[in-house]
Structure formats: C-alpha cells, structure tokens
C-alpha cells in the first residue's frame, strides 16, 4: 500500500466507535466508502500518542495502522482504511503515568512538582492512587485521598486570595501615599517656580549680563535629560531581551518537559501491553 502508517485511535470505555458504533476489535479493518476530511468524515487517529490522549473520549487505546487514503493534520491524520494491531485499556497505565508525572516533572529552578506539593494530604492522593492503580488500595481509599486534596487545594486558594488582597490593599494605601506626597511636592515646586519667576522678573536687567552663562547651563540641562533618555532606553532594551530570553528558556524547558513525559507515557503503554499478552511486533504484521 502507498500509504502504510503507524497512529494511536482512543475509543470509549465499551469498544465502539463514537459515531457508528462499530466493534472495534484487533486485526479487523474499518472502511469508510465516503469521503475523508479532518474533524469531519473518515477513520481518525495520531500519530503521536500524547496527540491521540487530547482526543480520548474514553480510557480504550488502540495501536493500528492507517492505509488507503490518508490525510494528515498538525495532530491528527484522517484515512479511509483503519486497522488495530492491538488495543488495551489504559485506565491503570494513565493513572500511573500522571503520578510520573508528578514526582519527575522537573521545573527550571531543578524541583519537580512533587517537591510544590507541600501539604501532606495532597502528596498521600498521589501515593494511594499509585496504589489504586496496582491494585493495593480501595475505591473508598482513593475517593477518601483525593477529598482532602481537594480541600488542602482549596485552603491553599483561599489563603493566596488573602495574601493577594493583602497586598492589594498595601499597594493602594501606599499608592495614596505616593499621590499625597507628589501633590505636595507639585505644590511646593509651584509655589517656588512662582517666586523665582518673580524674582527673575525684578532682576530683569541683570538677567541680560547673564544670558551667556544661562545659555552654558540650559546646554547642561539638555545634554543630561539626553544621556538619562539614552540610559533609560538602553536599560529598557536589555530588560526587553533579558525578558525574551527568559521566556524563550522557559519555553524551551517545557517543551522538554513535555517530551520527556510523552515519551514515558508510550513507555508505559508498551510494558502494560506486554504485561498484559496483547502486545505484537508490529514490523512483523
């Protein structure tokens, strides 16, 4: 065949397909006569595993092969011929993969997401859904586990919103202060531009025998406003590229974050496929 290609397909949790309600079972090819668009009409799946979760309508995940007519999106490919080598449920494997994700998830500072998980309720929903997941713990443990996470998540919003108000409040008596001192200081500066502007006024006739020295000091003042300007503005530039580089960095780590969890997760869905016998060489098919 012309086209040959290896994707992941997610079904929901009974096996059919979501809008015609086939039975999906290994080595049966699905055809579809009509025509194939993405999002629309045809036999979808990805090519990347992590691409086929975002459209997981349920836990049923599916390795197959993608013949006939195939078209290919950023994240997911549409054909008309559709056949699974194997397929499992991945309820146990996910589980267990977003706990990985939690202990090994590195962020730039060298922790991991586990090391923010300060409250002890929040790390035991971790730990009894490890457990859960292999078979050591019971649904009421697991129910149990994620109840006080959730209420350790919620005292930890409610005590940010506070500390957050907090320093809202601070920010605006100090902005208040800051309005009060500047009105004054408007003032004061008022008050004594007026009285040298008066002054000036009765030494009019001297002001003529200074104009010389006026003119070398006006040449001062501009010259500086200039190299402040020009300071200013090269520290805006740096602090522009400081922020771009930084941003790119982070960028660049969760990308490789990402990476890294995605290619665990197809790691993880190998070794269950083998633990569990459905696993085949797909070179060999």
Do not use: Y
Request: some cysteine; proline content about 1%.
């Amino acid at each position: 065949m012309k086209n040959n290609v290896l994707a992941w397909h997610f079904l929901p949790k009974n096996g059919l397909t979501r809008f015609n309600e086939i039975k999906v079972e290994p080595g049966v090819e699905i055809i579809h006569k009509g025509q194939i668009e993405l999002c629309e009409s045809g036999l979808h799946a990805s090519v990347k595993l992590d691409d086929a979760l975002s459209f997981a309508p349920g836990p049923i995940l599916c390795r197959v092969r993608c013949q006939g007519r195939v078209k290919r999106g950023d994240d997911k490919l549409v054909c008309s011929r559709r056949t699974v080598l194997w397929m499992l449920d991945a309820s146990r494997v996910l589980r267990l993969w977003g706990c990985w994700c939690i202990r090994n998830t590195k962020l730039q500072d060298g922790r991991t997401v586990w090391d923010l998980l300060t409250d002890i309720r929040s790390r035991n929903a971790v730990e009894v859904a490890e457990r859960f997941a292999v078979g050591q713990a019971t649904e009421q443990e697991l129910a149990a586990a994620w109840a006080a996470a959730r209420a350790a998540a919620r005292a930890a919003a409610r005590a940010a919103a506070w500390d957050a108000a907090r320093a809202a409040a601070w920010d605006a008596v100090w902005a208040a202060a800051w309005a009060a001192a500047w009105a004054a200081a408007r003032a004061a500066a008022w008050d004594a531009a007026w009285d040298a502007a008066r002054d000036a006024a009765r030494a009019a006739a001297r002001a003529a025998a200074r104009a010389a020295a006026w003119d070398a000091a006006w040449d001062a003042v501009w010259a500086a406003a200039w190299a402040a300007a020009w300071a200013a503005a090269r520290a805006a530039a740096w602090d522009a590229a400081w922020d771009a580089a930084r941003d790119a960095a982070r960028a660049a780590a969760r990308a490789a974050a990402w990476a890294a969890a995605s290619k665990q997760l197809e790691i993880m869905v190998i070794e269950e496929a083998k633990r569990l016998g459905v696993w085949i060489d797909e070179v060999a098919v």
